[in-house]
T-cell receptor
Framework: DAGVTQSPTHLIKTRGQHVTLRCSPISGHKSVSWYQQVLGQGPQFIFQYYEKEERGRGNFPDRFSARQFPNYSSELNVNALLLGDSALYLC???????????FGQGTRLTVV | LAKTTQPISMDSYEGQEVNITCSHNNIATNDYITWYQQFPSQGPRFIIQGYKTKVTNEVASLFIPADRKSSTLSLPRVSLSDTAVYYCLVGDSGGSNYKLTFGKGTLLTVNP
């Protein structure tokens, strides 16, 4: 069985640009959540989607947005990139919101 | 907003039992407590999840007191490969915004 897949694995962007990160959940999972992990710190919650609706939002600026598609895959969009957005972005899928979550390997975003 | 507190680091030796405690004062009634393990440059991996009392699986046990304001992850007979960061995760369903909060993590170092 395929696990959670994220693309791309690595990405380099310039300040001010926009980026789209993609996540495919495990088959049958209806919830997707996104996290930002800066080196040396724990993952910080960005968004959670369940059944294509936003169910939770962390303390991130409006430059961060996301959506979930009918097939339960998800995109995380970040506009007007800042150097401080450089991090590992993790996607996790679960059957429901507070059940066991399975994480992808992440997308390493570097903003220069 | 749920907040979790864990020790920053712990040291152990191969074959010992390790107990890592997490405090979570604002856990919501319907929330579960989940522990994850993370190796460098990888997404977190699910270890165990519980609601109250004691849960045991093939790799760990989770002890939760009646007030649910803390939890203890117990790893029996650790090995060198258990060296990793361990995160305690609770959901915070205050109001209509569901948030998932990771602790800062506990770096467990297992020595030979």
């Amino acid at each position: 069985d395929a696990g959670v897949t994220q693309s791309p694995t690595h990405l380099i962007k310039t300040r001010g640009q926009h980026v789209t990160l993609r996540c495919s959940p495990i088959s049958g999972h209806k919830s997707v959540s996104w996290y930002q992990q800066v080196l040396g710190q724990g993952p910080q919650f960005i968004f959670q989607y369940y059944e294509k609706e936003e169910r939770g939002r962390g303390n991130f600026p409006d430059r961060f947005s996301a959506r979930q598609f009918p097939n339960y895959s998800s995109e995380l969009n970040v506009n007007a990139l800042l150097l401080g957005d450089s991090a590992l972005y993790l996607c996790a899928s679960s059957f429901y919101m507070n059940t066991e979550a399975f994480f992808g390997q992440g997308t390493r975003l570097t903003v220069v | 907003l749920a907040k979790t507190t864990q020790p920053i680091s712990m040291d152990s030796y191969e074959g010992q039992e390790v107990n890592i405690t997490c405090s979570h004062n604002n856990i919501a009634t319907n929330d579960y407590i989940t522990w994850y393990q993370q190796f460098p440059s990888q997404g977190p991996r699910f270890i165990i999840q519980g609601y109250k009392t004691k849960v045991t699986n093939e790799v760990a046990s989770l002890f939760i007191p009646a007030d649910r304001k803390s939890s203890t992850l117990s790893l029996p007979r650790v090995s060198l490969s258990d060296t990793a960061v361990y995160y305690c995760l609770v959901g915070d369903s205050g109001g209509s915004n569901y948030k998932l909060t990771f602790g800062k993590g506990t770096l467990l170092t297992v020595n030979p």
